[in-house]
C-alpha cells in the first residue's frame, strides 16, 4: 500500500477477530493509536474434522479483510503488515487458504512461527514494563499454541512454542459440556509435563512474570482483578492459589454457564476451561505464585518493530 508516509498498520487476524491497529510513528506512542478496527470471526467453528478451514470459513476471512482493505486505504496507510496466528497457520489447508484468501480480498497474510510470536510478545512485554522491570518470562496463552520467553534484554535468550493452546487443548481433551475429575487430572497431567520440558530445566526464581494474551486477561477477571473498561494503565494480576479455586468450578460448568461468569466472554467460554489449566502449568513449572497482566502482546510487538525500523529509514516490511 502507498499512503502518508510513515503511517504503519498491523492486521492481526486470529480466531476469532481480524484487528486492524494503525499508527503514526511520529506520536512515539502505540497508546495513541491513529485508528482501531475490529471484524469480528469465528474460525473455531469453521475447521472441519480434518483440521482443515471450511469454505464458510474462508469465506468469513474474505469479508473481513475485504472490508480492513477498505479502511485502510481509507487512512492512507503507507505500510500494512497483515499476519495470521495459528488457526490459520496450523490448519491442514493453510497454504491454499492463504492463496484463496489474497486472490478474493487483495490481502497476503503471511504467518510467524511460533518462536517468532513469542519474541513479539516479549519484546511488547519489554516496552510496557520497561528496563526497571528486571528479567522477564513472557507468557502468552493463545488459542493454538503457547509462547514462552525468557530474557533480560531488548530480546529474549529463550522463545518457545508449545501446542497447547486453549482452543487445541479443548479439541483434543474436552467438549462443551462439564468435565469429569478424571478427565481433568488427566488434562493437567499432560499440561504440565509438556510445559515441565521446558520451563523445569531453566532457573525462573529471578524472572518476573508477565502474562499477555486474552486468556490471561479474562482469568485474571474471572479472579477478581479490574475490569477493562478501567483502562490499560490499572495494574492486574493472576495468583495461582486463584487460578487453582477456580479450575474445579469451570470444570462442572457449561460453557454456557462459564459465559455468565465474570470476564469470560461467550466465545471464548468453550475454551476457558483449558486455558486455565494450561495457564496453571505454565505457572507451577516455572515456580511463580503470580503473574502480571500485561495489555500488549504480539500485535504491538510487530507494530514496534516496525515503528523502530521505519525511523531507522528501513522502509516497508515483509513478513515471510
Not at 474471572?222 to 470444570?251: C, M, N, Y
Request: net charge positive.
Amino acid at each position: 500500500m502507498s499512503g502518508r508516509p510513515g503511517l504503519v498498520g498491523v492486521l492481526d487476524v486470529g480466531c476469532f477477530s481480524a484487528r486492524l491497529v494503525i499508527v503514526d510513528p511520529t506520536r512515539h506512542s502505540l497508546l495513541r493509536p491513529v485508528l482501531t478496527h475490529k471484524v469480528r470471526l469465528r474460525l473455531d467453528q469453521a475447521l472441519d474434522e480434518r483440521d482443515r478451514i471450511t469454505k464458510p470459513g474462508v469465506q468469513q476471512l474474505v469479508t473481513a479483510l475485504r472490508e480492513v482493505r477498505r479502511i485502510a486505504e481509507r487512512a492512507e496507510v503507507s505500510t500494512l503488515v497483515p499476519f495470521a496466528t495459528s488457526v490459520i497457520r496450523d490448519s491442514a489447508n493453510a497454504e491454499q487458504v492463504v492463496e484463496d484468501v489474497a486472490k478474493r480480498s487483495g490481502i497476503t497474510l503471511g504467518v510467524f512461527t511460533g518462536g517468532e510470536e513469542a519474541r513479539l510478545s516479549y519484546l511488547a512485554a519489554r516496552h510496557w514494563f520497561g528496563w526497571a522491570a528486571g528479567d522477564l518470562l513472557v507468557l502468552d496463552v493463545g488459542g493454538g499454541t503457547v509462547e514462552i520467553a525468557v530474557g533480560e534484554g531488548h530480546t529474549p535468550t529463550i522463545a518457545r512454542s508449545l501446542p497447547l493452546g486453549a482452543r487445541t487443548l479443548s479439541r483434543a481433551w474436552l467438549d462443551d459440556g462439564k468435565t469429569s475429575e478424571h478427565k481433568l487430572r488427566e488434562l493437567r497431567e499432560h499440561a504440565a509435563e509438556r510445559v515441565g520440558a521446558v520451563l523445569g530445566v531453566e532457573p525462573t526464581d529471578h524472572l518476573r512474570a508477565v502474562g499477555c494474551s486474552k486468556v490471561f486477561q479474562q482469568l485474571a477477571r474471572l479472579a477478581g482483578a479490574r475490569p477493562q473498561r478501567e483502562g490499560v494503565f490499572v495494574p492486574r494480576k493472576l495468583t495461582l492459589g486463584d487460578l487453582r479455586k477456580w479450575i474445579p468450578r469451570l470444570a462442572v460448568t457449561t460453557a454456557r454457564g462459564r459465559a455468565r461468569l465474570p470476564g469470560i466472554s461467550q466465545h471464548r467460554a468453550q475454551q476457558s476451561l483449558a486455558g486455565a489449566v494450561v495457564a496453571e502449568a505454565l505457572m507451577t513449572a516455572g515456580g511463580r505464585d503470580v503473574v502480571e497482566i500485561c495489555p500488549w502482546s504480539t500485535t504491538e510487538g510487530l507494530l514496534l518493530t516496525l515503528v523502530e525500523q521505519q525511523g531507522a529509514g528501513a522502509g516497508a516490511v515483509r513478513v515471510a
